[in-house]
């Protein structure tokens, strides 16, 4: 089974950048398609972004395009996402998602990590 641990939330002022950070437990984690929701306080959980197990694929929410890079270490069995340029509607909980299938990593992830919270200031 895999299991997901986000780091790297934190506060963070307007037009700053944030790294986050997801950690795998399984090997069998490299296989996987990994990515990202978030979900703000009274709001729906929303796909920002995934990559595909080789990295060969990436997708990204219009909101976060330009902004946000998605990136994996598969010999680290970790996904990365760098956020610049944030903005006060960033603020949310970040969720790293993992998922058998690339194509319908937006629709039903497998697996899911705890949570890390984004605070953007303005």
């Known amino acids: 089974q895999v299991r997901l641990v986000e780091s790297g939330g934190g506060l963070v002022q307007a037009g700053g950048s944030l790294r986050l950070s997801c950690a795998a437990s399984?090997?069998?984690?490299?296989?996987?398609?990994m990515g990202w929701f978030r979900q703000a306080p009274g709001k729906e959980r929303e796909f920002v972004t995934v990559i595909s197990w080789n990295g060969g694929g990436t997708l990204y929410a219009d909101s976060v395009k330009g902004r946000f890079t998605i990136s994996r270490d598969n010999a680290k069995n970790a996904v990365s996402l760098q956020m610049n340029s944030l903005k006060p509607e960033d603020t949310a909980v970040y969720y790293c998602a993992a998922s058998t299938s690339y194509s319908a990593f937006k629709s039903r992830p497998a697996y899911w990590g705890q949570g890390t919270q984004v605070t953007v200031s303005s």
């Open positions: 399984a090997r069998t984690s490299s296989s996987y398609a």
